[in-house]
């Protein structure tokens, strides 16, 4: 920590005199996540903090589609990324002339987006979800049959406990799309008494032998409130690392992938971003209003 110190302290001032706050999502670093952010959650928190900011700049440390997230709820504000390269595998996966083809082919059928799009997709959207609310918004919408996109294991992982049908796209996280079944069976023989945690951006054969899943939010939420002697998160490894320095008696084991998109926010193009004003986070105004929509109703939905 003394290495990243003087870096940490002139973000803080530069924080200040620039009228900035930093939200950043759980799989930043812990010397972001507990060294410079005003505020951290899941996506889902971090969409409805993005509504209650009073600074004028938005510091994003987190992946693109986040940050437009933030640009949609705050058009009136600078929304800065500090790489805009810091992309996503599930986003990239499907486009706005996929989610209309789809429409075309069920027509009427309600199209629920997990926030890991575009705001061209979240725009000719009925509504978003994140992990941690996608059961409720699946259950809400109307109808019986729901267009669950872009990302298939959180689609399958939520159709097994609805009643309702739900229709799949192919996309899948990079980070989470290649645990399987057998790493966590290895890693209940390896671990017998450790307690085993999943995001449910994981193939459903993993999501099924877990003791929990949930959002990364949600995953935290347990490690504190359970305080099992021993636990693997099987996510972005930086979740550990962040929470560990929270909770005392919890021994992390690892069983985590890094996620290099969220990775390539780091203090010190946190730093520059302040300094520079860049790179700031447009979106074109005909998707502004369409896309607000479709997170603001899942916020509404969520409460
Ligand atoms: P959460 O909404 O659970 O934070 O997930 C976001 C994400 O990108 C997970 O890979
Ligand atoms: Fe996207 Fe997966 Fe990285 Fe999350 S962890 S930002 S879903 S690639």
């Given at each position: 920590w003394s290495f990243y110190a003087p870096l940490i302290l002139q973000i803080n001032r530069l924080?200040?005199?620039?009228?900035?706050?930093?939200?950043?999502?759980?799989?930043?670093t812990p010397q972001i996540?507990h060294g410079v952010?005003?505020?951290?959650?899941?996506?889902?928190?971090?969409?409805?903090?993005?509504?209650?900011?009073?600074?004028?700049?938005?510091?994003?440390?987190?992946?693109?589609?986040?940050?437009?997230?933030?640009?949609?709820?705050?058009?009136?504000?600078?929304?800065?990324?500090?790489?805009?390269?810091?992309?996503?595998?599930?986003?990239?996966?499907?486009?706005?002339?996929?989610?209309?083809?789809?429409?075309?082919?069920?027509?009427?059928?309600?199209?629920?987006?997990?926030?890991?799009?575009?705001?061209?997709?979240?725009?000719?959207?009925?509504?978003?979800?994140?992990?941690?609310?996608?059961?409720?918004?699946?259950?809400?919408?109307?109808?019986?049959?729901?267009?669950?996109?872009?990302?298939?294991?959180?689609?399958?992982?939520?159709?097994?406990?609805?009643?309702?049908?739900?229709?799949?796209?192919?996309?899948?996280?990079?980070?989470?799309?290649?645990?399987?079944?057998?790493?966590?069976?290895?890693?209940?023989?390896?671990?017998?008494?450790?307690?085993?945690?999943?995001?449910?951006?994981?193939?459903?054969?993993?999501?099924?032998?877990?003791?929990?899943?949930?959002?990364?939010?949600?995953?935290?939420?347990?490690?504190?409130?359970?305080?099992?002697?021993?636990?693997?998160?099987?996510?972005?490894?930086?979740?550990?690392?962040?929470?560990?320095?929270?909770?005392?008696?919890?021994?992390?084991?690892?069983?985590?992938?890094?996620?290099?998109?969220?990775?390539?926010?780091n203090l010190e193009?946190v730093l520059?971003?302040?300094?520079?004003?860049?790179?700031?986070?447009?979106?074109?105004?005909?998707?502004?209003?369409?896309?607000?929509?479709?997170?603001?109703?899942?916020?509404?939905?969520?409460?």
């Amino acid at each position: 920590w003394s290495f990243y110190a003087p870096l940490i302290l002139q973000i803080n001032r530069l924080k200040k005199q620039k009228d900035a706050v930093i939200l950043a999502h759980n799989y930043q670093t812990p010397q972001i996540f507990h060294g410079v952010a005003d505020v951290v959650g899941d996506s889902l928190q971090l969409a409805v903090e993005a509504t209650k900011v009073e600074q004028s700049v938005i510091v994003q440390c987190g992946v693109h589609f986040m940050a437009e997230t933030s640009k949609i709820l705050n058009p009136q504000k600078t929304v800065l990324i500090p790489d805009s390269r810091a992309g996503c595998s599930l986003a990239e996966s499907i486009s706005a002339e996929d989610v209309e083809a789809m429409r075309e082919m069920y027509p009427g059928v309600p199209v629920v987006t997990y926030v890991n799009t575009s705001a061209a997709v979240k725009a000719v959207t009925d509504v978003c979800c994140t992990s941690s609310n996608a059961l409720d918004i699946v259950e809400k919408v109307d109808g019986d049959t729901v267009i669950m996109i872009p990302d298939q294991f959180l689609a399958q992982n939520t159709a097994k406990k609805t009643n309702k049908k739900v229709i799949t796209w192919a996309g899948a996280c990079e980070v989470h799309e290649t645990f399987t079944a057998e790493d966590i069976a290895e890693l209940r023989h390896a671990y017998p008494a450790a307690k085993i945690i999943a995001h449910p951006e994981c193939p459903p054969e993993v999501v099924d032998v877990v003791d929990f899943a949930g959002s990364t939010a949600a995953m935290i939420d347990w490690v504190k409130t359970e305080k099992p002697q021993r636990v693997v998160m099987v996510t972005e490894c930086s979740m550990s690392d962040n929470v560990a320095s929270e909770t005392t008696g919890v021994d992390f084991l690892r069983g985590c992938n890094i996620c290099p998109h969220m990775k390539r926010i780091n203090l010190e193009n946190v730093l520059w971003s302040l300094h520079t004003g860049t790179e700031e986070v447009t979106v074109p105004e005909d998707i502004i209003a369409p896309a607000r929509q479709a997170v603001e109703r899942m916020i509404e939905m969520s409460r």
